[in-house]
């Protein structure tokens, strides 16, 4: 008897598979009573939160408020904040889209007005916007898919800093080991070609082949759902030709 499979031993929700709490400091979303307003603010201080590959700033506003946010490329200590919608254009703050012109690199920009913040939050992304209509604007998103919002939504100017994260390999394993668990994720992960035919779907054999097609459908058990969930298709394919009756 083989031992269940990492989809299935994930979804029972132990302790495992779970983000430590320690070093997690509060969430990340705007002000809800700053949507209207104009205020400024000052950054206090910026730090780390575990299982985050950005910076946190701590940012305490001239209403009494207070939040954290992703800090932009940039920012630094002591900095002015303002928030509004006759903010001026630096880096760090916060505009409607409506009043950022077009070409301009925003993050941490909300899907509806109020919501906190939800897209570009990780570290070295940011947004293009590309188009600005009468109630919508039109953003280039990091994986280079356009969408649209509404223009009354949020957004930071800037682009989130900790983008060069990727550039200092791990040394040890204990380093990713760490790192992993912060983000609730598993390592190291073994492929399941590489176990034995009981313990995975793709395991046994001497020729390191899942034996099978890899496709499997999108409304199986969670012990048989593994490699290319509902695809739509797989491998290179080929080039279509058109025939043409004359």
Same mark, same amino acid.
Not at 185 to 194: D, E, N
């Given at each position: 008897m083989g031992k269940r499979i990492k989809v299935q031993r994930r979804g029972r929700g132990t302790p495992v598979f779970q983000a430590a709490k320690? !070093?997690?400091i509060s969430q990340v979303k705007y002000p809800e009573t700053v949507v209207e307003?104009?205020?400024k603010g000052v950054i206090k201080k910026i730090i780390h939160e575990s299982g985050r590959n950005a910076p946190l700033a701590y940012i305490e506003l001239t209403n009494n408020q207070n939040y954290y946010t992703i800090a932009p490329e940039g920012t630094y200590v002591n900095q002015e904040i303002e928030l509004g919608k006759n903010a001026s254009l630096k880096v760090g703050n916060v505009l409607p889209l409506v009043k950022i012109p077009e070409g301009t690199m925003v993050c941490n920009i909300e899907l509806?007005?109020?919501?906190? !913040?939800?897209?570009?939050?990780?570290?070295?992304s940011f947004a293009t916007i590309i188009a600005q209509n009468p109630k919508k604007t039109v953003l280039k998103l990091p994986s280079k898919r356009n969408i649209t919002i509404n223009n009354n939504s949020r957004a930071t100017i800037g682009i989130i800093s900790g983008g060069g994260r990727l550039e200092k390999p791990y040394l040890k394993a204990g380093e990713a080991w760490y790192a992993s668990k912060a983000s609730n994720?598993?390592?190291?992960?073994?492929?399941?070609?590489?176990m034995y035919a009981a313990a995975h779907p793709h395991g046994g054999g001497r020729h390191r082949r899942p034996g099978k097609s890899t496709t499997v459908g999108r409304r199986l058990p969670p012990g048989a759902k593994v490699g290319l969930i509902a695809a739509r298709s797989s491998g290179r394919g080929g080039k279509r030709v058109r025939r043409v009756e004359t």
């Open positions: 320690t !070093g997690k307003e104009e205020v509806k007005p109020g919501d906190g !913040g939800r897209i570009a939050r990780s570290g070295g994720k598993v390592y190291p992960v073994a492929h399941g070609v590489k």
